[in-house]
């Protein structure tokens, strides 16, 4: 299921890069980062209009927040 996901978050327009880790046997996060806020803003507005297609995955999205990246290293 995992590589699904993956592979659809990659054809996102705007995508970057992204990060999945598990935290726990049931629980795990995801960053993404988008070449812009607006894509950021799409992509985030498809998630939450997908909740039928997660709940039948068995996924549950607990937030889902963007942010600006300032730095990294």
Known sequence: MLDRIVEGVR????FVHGY????APTRSH????F????AAE???EDV???LENQARAGV???ELA????VASA
Request: aromatic share 10%; glycine share 4%; hydrophobic share 50%.
């Open 11 to 14: 054809a996102a327009p705007g």
């Open 20 to 23: 999945w880790a598990d935290s």
């Open 30 to 33: 995801t960053f993404i980062v």
């Open 35 to 38: 070449a812009d806020r607006a």
């Open 42 to 44: 799409v992509f985030a």
């Open 48 to 50: 939450r209009n997908n």
């Open 60 to 62: 549950r999205n607990e």
């Open 66 to 69: 963007i942010a600006q990246v």
